[in-house]
């Protein structure tokens, strides 16, 4: 499967960036000054776009690998440069209470702001812009791109966006402008100025809750836990469409206490109509001691979702289980699911068809 996903990444550069190069084929290699950074003493800069805090000399790189210090000023080394963009399900994603059946543009830049150790797209992610050739694809190639392959909406996707952020908010702005809808999909881990700006011009989330301990975050991802929680709470203040994933990891962050502490907190916070996917863990990048995710496992932590009352639980990457979207209120199918595709919907203006029942989300009409 991953030897897929990458060679279909490879595929969609090849395929969408052959089209997406402006007329002149000039590739723009001007560097573009970040948004959030702090002037220090003596050329220093801090970088204030994510909870790192990069403190960088004259130079130096951030721990993304994607934002440099140049003569006292905190420049992005990927704007404009997408290393990947495809055409996807809005399933993928995933995202279940958005635009079900529709198509989304994706792309992504290299580059991440978090190291972890079973990340499923590190051949991007982990890779630095000198690594990869690229071409220059302004933002508003990336509108006509969008137009032009009948897709209803922009993901920024496949790495973190964070680390490319002026060029996702460049597009974002130009997609409101043009009635299209925005999708990040993201870590979490962005400080609370740039994701409130942000927000303003994102339609939904899919936010990457990866554990429930910050022992297991330290661990796992070089991150912390509280920013990740912080940004769910922000986003769902700012009136984001929210859907939130959990990659279960054996003997890592699968212990069941924890996994009802988390869903106690979702509920709590966010209330018990968040949708949430439980995603199967496969070995990969640095962690390939342990083996893919028990049936079993992913089992009981839906099981658990739904005893703590949460109405929309999911599993995925595991094929036809938990996929499909039962009305809270009536327990009818309303959103029947076959992998990425759609093979029926009950819902009518956004309720259950056979009770009346709002349906978290934002659905297209009939």
Not at 174 to 184: F, M, P
């Amino acid at each position: 499967m991953h030897f897929f996903m990458k060679k279909l990444f490879i595929l969609a550069l090849i395929f969408l960036l052959t089209i997406a190069v402006s007329s002149d084929k000039k590739d723009n290699r001007t560097l573009k000054e970040a948004q959030y950074y702090t002037k220090l003493k003596k050329n220093y800069v801090r970088c204030d776009l994510c909870p790192n805090r990069c403190v960088l000399k004259n130079g130096e790189i951030g721990d993304c690998g994607v934002r440099q210090n140049v003569d006292g000023k905190l420049y992005s080394l990927v704007y404009g440069k997408p290393v990947a963009i495809h055409v996807d399900p809005i399933e993928k994603k995933p995202l279940y209470h958005f635009l079900p059946g529709t198509k989304v543009l994706s792309l992504a830049t290299v580059g991440c702001n978090l190291r972890c150790n079973f990340c499923q797209n590190w051949t991007i992610s982990q890779s630095r812009p000198e690594e990869i050739e690229t071409e220059y694809v302004a933002a508003e190639e990336i509108i006509k791109l969008t137009k032009e392959h009948n897709c209803e909406s922009i993901a920024f996707t496949y790495t973190e966006p964070t680390i490319f952020y002026e060029y996702m908010l460049d597009i974002a702005k130009l997609a409101k402008a043009e009635s299209l809808q925005t999708v990040l999909v993201t870590c979490g881990y962005i400080n609370e100025k740039p994701l409130r700006k942000l927000a303003k011009y994102i339609d939904a989330a899919n936010i990457d809750l990866k554990g429930y301990s910050e022992d297991f975050y330290q661990t796992y991802t070089t991150g912390n836990l509280q920013p990740v929680l912080n940004t769910i709470k922000i986003a769902a203040e700012e009136e984001m469409m929210i859907e939130i994933t959990n990659l279960v990891i054996p003997e890592a962050n699968d212990d069941p206490r924890q996994i009802r502490t988390m869903c106690k907190w979702i509920k709590q916070e966010l209330g018990k109509d968040i949708p949430l996917h439980f995603s199967r863990f496969f070995p990969n990048y640095r962690l390939q001691n342990k083996p893919p995710t028990p049936l079993e496992t992913l089992r009981n932590a839906y099981e658990i979702a739904k005893e703590e009352s949460l109405n929309y639980v999911y599993i995925g990457n595991v094929g036809a289980l938990a996929e499909d979207t039962f009305c809270p209120n009536c327990g009818k199918k309303i959103i029947d699911r076959s992998g990425f595709q759609i093979e029926e919907i009950h819902l009518n203006e956004g309720c259950c068809e056979f009770c009346g029942q709002k349906i978290y989300g934002k659905f297209q009409e009939k």
